[in-house]
Nanobody
């Protein structure tokens, strides 16, 4: 059984930083493309960032370019990270980690992903 467990969320002031982590259990992430999504209250889930299985290619949503960085470790840690800098109140949301079996899909689409974490809350105060 594959499980994704996120951590690192919390309350931070505007302009601050957080690093989210997502540990994958039951599957080596070397065979997965990974992504981060978020969902704010009353809004649809939206793409944040993705990274291919070998780390060669990353993708960021336009609003997060230059502020958010996705990375991964394909070793025993089996972990993907989201470094978030210069946080804004509009970044407040539940952040979800997702894993997709390696393939040719559009990693900005939630439907491409096969496994999801339970989410971690990020709250940015003004």
């Amino acid at each position: 059984q594959v499980q994704l467990v996120e951590s690192g969320g919390g309350l931070v002031q505007a302009g601050g930083s957080l690093r989210l982590s997502c540990v994958v259990f039951g599957r080596t992430i070397r065979s997965c493309n990974m992504g981060w999504f978020r969902q704010a209250p009353g809004k649809e889930r939206e793409f944040v960032a993705s990274i291919t299985w070998n780390g060669d290619s990353t993708l960021n949503a336009n609003a997060e370019k230059g502020r958010f960085t996705i990375s991964r470790t394909n070793n025993a840690k089996n972990t993907v990270y989201l470094q978030m800098n210069s946080l804004k109140p509009e970044d407040t949301a539940v952040y979800y980690c997702a894993a997709a079996d390696v393939g040719g899909g559009d990693l900005s689409r939630a439907s491409e992903y096969d496994y999801w974490g339970q989410g971690t809350q990020v709250t940015v105060s003004s």
